[in-house]
Each structure stands twice: as structure tokens, then as C-alpha cells.
């Protein structure tokens, strides 16, 4: 059964000041822009001595090595037999970065993903996503990882999340912010992050009043034409870029500009958002928030923060 459209598109009537999209031709000819600032490494042993706030007031990008058994990942079969049988969201996008078309959702069993010759067909014009918030089942979130992490992580907390996202192989996730504190941890897979610090008008953010406020005009920042998009040039001494590989998690703060790039052929990761005070330091981010929350209830658009799925 096909549902309301997901308020994450990338049309070009959506944007602001000078930052109308030109197509993909630009977009290939932009000169890319090398990262300019390493991410820092960290144990799971020095994660915890230093504890979910401390890491969280720093306000950086970090990449955390998992302890055993997640520090390997997790196998696929291990996603089928817990997560198989569930109602997931599949999210259909075109692969044209500048496409006016919204995302479609849609109801499937997660086991039906699997089926390569449907969701990763070649020469198929769409990507396809599942998206499934996990946040009432803590046993089969503790089953996937092999440890359980809630004295880390309360995900079960009023407006925190655990989603599991599944994907093949080149998904382009477009630039954008989120409003909650994120820690995402790579099973299944590898993802080339591209990381920039929080800003606004330098990043050509979108339209706030049609829900689009936490995406920028320009989908790949790591490709931007500087000629079209001047501002962004004072936003690049931040950018910073980290390949995620299974058993790793990487810490993206409130409000950070991010993209991302799935470079193994099947890709599950698994994250954790949670709300966070600082957003009353960054007040773009919250007014975006709390505008797309009512825009999407008020419009009938899918909430993109996932469904909680009912506890076993």
C-alpha cells in the first residue's frame, strides 16, 4: 500500500537566494574539494570513560571501534531472522540528485528487500531504502549487536529513535542536518561520510516554509561549483570525510551538515537519535524542527524520523 510522500525531496522551486539547481552536468563538472580536517579515532574503553555527554559537549565528529561481538559487524542472516518478518518502510527516490520528484513510500516485509531483481535491478532510474525504527524491541536491538546498549544509548526515551537502515551499494544520501544527536554504528557494509560544521546561510538552505529547511540547495557539497554557490567557500576549512566500516560508529552532532555515500554492495547500519539541549544553541536547527513536525502533520507528509514498530 502506497503512503504520502516523504518531505525529502530535492526540487529546484524549493530553493533560496541564488542557489537554483543547474542539473547534473554541473554538478560533474564542479571541482571536488578535499577534506581539510581528520576525524579523530576512539576504543569503546575510552567512549566509555568519557561518556556519551562529555563526547556530546566536545561537539565533533568522532569514530568509535565497537567491542566485541559488534566490533565485527553482524551477519545477514542474523538481520533476516530478527528483523524478517517485520513492516518496514521502503522509500523509492530517483537517482538524479536534482530531481523535483519526491520520495514514495511504501509497506513491505523487510525480507522482501533481499530480492536484488526488484530493489537493485540495473538500469532501474530509482534507489530504494528501509527505514525501521526499532526503539519498543531493546531484545532484538541487544540480538543484532550482541551487547546491549542502554546504559549508553536511551533510545526508548519520548522522541528518541533506533532505526535500522538498509540500502545497496551507491545510494547518494544529499546534504543535510539532522536535529538530534546521532550515533551510527555500520554492520553490514562501508559508507563514506562527508562531514561539515553547522551553518545556514552559507550552506543555501532551502525552502523552511515547504518543510525543506534542513537541506541545502547544493546536493553534493564535496562537488559544489564555487562560482554558483560563493558563500559555501567560507564553510570548507571544516569538511571533513570518514569511511565507516562494520563495527565502527561514528558520532555526528546535533546540526552538522552531512552526506553520505554506501560504497559495499549491501549496507545495514543502525543508529541512534537523540534529543539533545544543545538545539536551544543552534535556533535555525530548532525552528526547522519544530516547523517540519507541524508542516508534515498538518500536510499529510510521511514523518521521515521512522514509525516505532510494536514491541514482540
Known sequence: MQTTETAETTGRAETTGTAEASGTATAAAAAKHPPRVEVPHLSFDEFARRGVAAISRDDVPVVVRMPAPVDRGAPVERIKEVLGDSTVALFRKSKDPWSPERSVVT????????????????????????????????????????????????????LNSANVWLNYRDQFGRS???????????????????????????????????????????????????????????????????????????????????????????????NFWLKSPKILKRPYVLVDALYKATFRKLMGRYDYQPEALNAK
Open 176 to 270: 543535510h542536518f539532522d536535529e538530534f544527536e546521532n550515533f551510527n554504528i555500520q554492520l553490514i557494509g562501508s559508507k563514506r561520510f562527508l562531514l561539515m560544521a553547522p551553518g545556514v546561510r552559507n550552506f543555501y538552505t532551502r525552502s523552511l516554509l515547504r518543510g525543506f529547511g534542513h537541506h541545502s540547495a547544493v546536493p553534493d557539497l564535496e562537488r559544489a561549483d564555487l562560482e554558483r554557490f560563493p558563500r559555501l567557500r567560507e564553510e570548507l576549512s571544516t569538511l571533513r570525510s570518514v569511511v565507516l566500516e562494520p563495527g565502527q560508529m561514528l558520532y555526528l552532532p546535533l546540526g552538522w551538515w552531512h552526506q553520505v555515500h554506501p560504497l559495499g554492495h549491501f549496507n545495514v547500519n543502525l
Open 107 to 158: 509497506k513491505i516485509r523487510l525480507s522482501e528487500f533481499f530480492d536484488e531483481s526488484v530493489y537493485n535491478a540495473p538500469g532501474d532510474t530509482n534507489w530504494y531504502r528501509i527505514v525501521t525504527n526499532i526503539r519498543n524491541r531493546p531484545d532484538d536491538i541487544t540480538r543484532l549487536l550482541g551487547v546491549d546498549l542502554r546504559k549508553y544509548f536511551d533510545y526508548q526515551a519520548p
